[in-house]
């Protein structure tokens, strides 16, 4: 295995059959490379933590490095290593995300360099940390994927520019690379985005770019040298790309997050030790995308028994005094699945 080389290439999605990789006689070689999609709420924002490098562009991208069997003990302690290297900052709530292993999008046929398995891991950090940076940056996710962001209703950029472009595709006939799904391009349309009384799901923001680059309407599948990509003329500019699977790795990072506070007390993780319910409600808006129902949503916190009052007040400039609650953390010992178990369709 080779795990100190510079990660000039990135794991990505599936390659067809008619660009598969020529076998060869000699064994492969490997790297290991370790990927954290850093995320935080500041000003009821969701943030994720981006480093760049000049040299490449100033693309935006994710804190990452290569996996040393030598330096790194475990492939978890590498990764806190690459983070502290790079940015400054001590993680402290870690999870492995998904294993990346397909070659890479733009690998070609006679491509001979080393084959990276991209390891992907999800970290939450308290919003008073966002200003303990020595480098990289904060910045919204919402950034660089605009549609997922519902708090003010359902984005204008999905009517506008994701669905009229999406269902042209779904007419397309696809071409003799595109493998062949189980599912069609307009039903997928309809799973994945709601389109034509389909239903949006908040936790399917994978499934949404990964839809959106098999359609070439992401810049990602136009720099891969996509196929799809090449029809659109102009092509709309749909969020911020990211430097190699940065942005599906970050994707994959917020399905996890969404999906993960209604069954696990996650969100805690990302306030401080003492909120208001507001700023907790506010907090789990940012993440889950939709505005929730505020009388609901503090029914439904008290009544699941997650927080408890600090008997202290927190004065809000031109408003009443409102209380302060802690995490109660005898919840994890009374039952398996104590999280926010909203739904934001409902709320």
Same mark, same amino acid.
């Given at each position: 295995?080779?795990?100190?080389?510079?990660?000039?290439?990135?794991?990505?999605?599936?390659?067809?059959?008619?660009?598969?990789?020529?076998?060869?006689?000699?064994?492969?070689?490997?790297?290991?490379?370790?990927?954290?999609?850093?995320?935080?709420?500041?000003?009821?924002?969701?943030?994720?933590?981006?480093?760049?490098?000049?040299?490449?562009?100033?693309?935006?991208?994710?804190?990452?490095?290569?996996?040393?069997?030598?330096?790194?003990?475990?492939?978890?302690?590498?990764?806190?290593?690459?983070?502290?290297?790079?940015?400054?900052?001590?993680?402290?709530?870690?999870?492995?995300?998904?294993?990346?292993?397909?070659?890479?999008?733009?690998?070609?046929?006679?491509?001979?360099?080393?084959?990276?398995?991209?390891i992907?891991?999800?970290?939450?950090?308290?919003?008073?940390?966002?200003?303990?940076?020595?480098?990289?940056?904060?910045?919204?996710?919402?950034?660089?994927?605009?549609?997922?962001?519902?708090?003010?209703g359902?984005?204008e950029?999905?009517?506008?520019?994701?669905?009229?472009?999406?269902?042209?595709?779904?007419?397309r006939?696809?071409?003799?690379?595109?493998?062949?799904?189980?599912?069609?391009?307009?039903?997928?349309a309809?799973?994945?985005?709601?389109?034509?009384?389909?239903?949006?799901?908040?936790?399917?923001?994978l499934?949404?770019?990964?839809?959106?680059?098999?359609?070439?309407?992401?810049?990602?599948?136009?720099?891969?040298?996509?196929?799809?990509?090449?029809?659109?003329a102009?092509?709309? !500019?749909?969020?911020?790309?990211? $430097? +190699?699977?940065?942005?599906?790795? =970050?994707?994959?990072?917020?399905?996890? *997050? /969404?999906? %993960?506070?209604?069954?696990?007390?996650?969100?805690?993780?990302?306030?401080?030790?003492?909120?208001?319910?507001?700023?907790?409600?506010?907090?789990?808006?940012a993440?889950?995308?939709?505005h929730?129902?505020?009388?609901?949503?503090?029914?439904?916190?008290?009544?699941?028994?997650?927080?408890?009052?600090?008997?202290?007040?927190?004065?809000?400039t031109g408003? !009443?005094?409102?209380?302060?609650? $802690? +995490?109660?953390?005898?919840?994890? =010992?009374?039952?398996?699945?104590?999280? *926010? /178990?909203? %739904?934001?369709?409902?709320?």
């Amino acid at each position: 295995m080779i795990a100190n080389a510079g990660l000039k290439r990135s794991p990505g999605l599936s390659i067809p059959e008619d660009h598969a990789i020529s076998p060869r006689a000699e064994p492969a070689s490997v790297e290991i490379g370790l990927n954290a999609a850093i995320v935080a709420v500041n000003a009821d924002e969701p943030m994720a933590l981006i480093v760049r490098d000049e040299t490449e562009g100033a693309v935006d991208g994710l804190p990452f490095g290569p996996f040393s069997p030598v330096q790194h003990r475990t492939l978890e302690g590498g990764l806190r290593t690459w983070v502290t290297e790079q940015t400054g900052l001590d993680l402290g709530y870690v999870e492995q995300l998904y294993t990346f292993g397909d070659r890479g999008r733009h690998a070609e046929a006679g491509d001979e360099s080393p084959h990276i398995v991209s390891i992907g891991y999800l970290a939450l950090s308290e919003a008073s940390q966002t200003q303990e940076l020595q480098r990289g940056t904060w910045r919204s996710w919402y950034h660089y994927f605009p549609w997922e962001d519902w708090r003010r209703g359902r984005p204008e950029i999905l009517q506008k520019e994701i669905e009229p472009r999406l269902r042209e595709w779904a007419q397309r006939p696809p071409s003799r690379s595109t493998p062949v799904r189980p599912v069609s391009r307009e039903d997928r349309a309809r799973m994945c985005f709601g389109i034509d009384g389909g239903t949006w799901d908040e936790e399917k923001v994978l499934d949404r770019y990964e839809l959106l680059y098999d359609a070439g309407l992401v810049e990602e599948a136009r720099r891969d040298g996509r196929e799809a990509a090449v029809a659109w003329a102009p092509r709309p !500019r749909l969020g911020a790309p990211m $430097r +190699f699977d940065h942005r599906r790795i =970050l994707a994959t990072a917020i399905g996890r *997050v /969404r999906a %993960k506070i209604k069954y696990r007390p996650v969100i805690f993780e990302l306030m401080p030790d003492e909120f208001t319910l507001y700023e907790l409600q506010k907090t789990v808006e940012a993440i889950l995308g939709p505005h929730l129902h505020k009388q609901n949503f503090r029914r439904l916190v008290e009544s699941a028994g997650l927080v408890e009052p600090t008997g202290e007040v927190k004065t809000r400039t031109g408003g !009443r005094p409102a209380k302060l609650y $802690r +995490f109660r953390r005898e919840v994890l =010992l009374e039952r398996p699945a104590p999280g *926010v /178990r909203v %739904k934001p369709g409902r709320i």
